[in-house]
C-alpha cells in the first residue's frame, strides 16, 4: 500500500506562483513514476504531468513553459511548480504513483486526496 498526501494549494491571484507537493510513505520507491493530474470544476480530470525514478519527465502540452515537475527520492516527494497562473488553472491537484507509463495518459494505481489551487483574476 502506498499513502499520497497532497499539500502547498490554496487562493493566488493570476499570474502568481504556486508549489504543490506530494510526500508518498509506505511502498514506496525510487523505480515509481510519480505524476500529477487535475480536475477543474464541471470538467473531467486530467493528466498534467510525470516524472519517472531517473526523472525523465513527460509534461502535458498545454503546461509547458509554465509548470515544471521535479522529485526529491530521498523524502519521496514530488512537487509541482507552477507559473503564470490564471483562473484556467483553478483546479483540484491530484498526485498519483505506481503509473505504468510516463503520458500522456498514465494509468496510476495510487492516487491523493487533492489540494485546491484557486486562482483569481
Known amino acids: 500500500q502506498v499513502q499520497l498526501v497532497e499539500s502547498g494549494g490554496g487562493l493566488v491571484q493570476a499570474g502568481g506562483s504556486l508549489r504543490i507537493s506530494c510526500v508518498a510513505s509506505?511502498?514506496?520507491?525510487?523505480?515509481?513514476?510519480m505524476a500529477w493530474f487535475r480536475q477543474a470544476p464541471g470538467k473531467e480530470r486530467e493528466f498534467v504531468a510525470a516524472?519517472?525514478?531517473?526523472?525523465?519527465?513527460y509534461f502535458t502540452d498545454s503546461l509547458k513553459g509554465r509548470f515544471t515537475i521535479s522529485r526529491d527520492n530521498a523524502k519521496a516527494t514530488v512537487f509541482l511548480h507552477m507559473n503564470s497562473l490564471g483562473p484556467e488553472d483553478t483546479a483540484v491537484y491530484y498526485c498519483?504513483?505506481?503509473?505504468?507509463?510516463?503520458?500522456?495518459?498514465?494509468?496510476?494505481?495510487?492516487w491523493g486526496r487533492g489540494t485546491q489551487v484557486t486562482v483569481s483574476s
Open positions: 498519483a504513483t505506481h503509473c505504468d507509463d510516463l503520458g500522456p495518459a498514465p494509468e496510476c494505481h495510487y
Open positions: 509506505g511502498h514506496t520507491g525510487d523505480i515509481y513514476t
Open positions: 516524472i519517472s525514478g531517473t526523472a525523465r519527465i
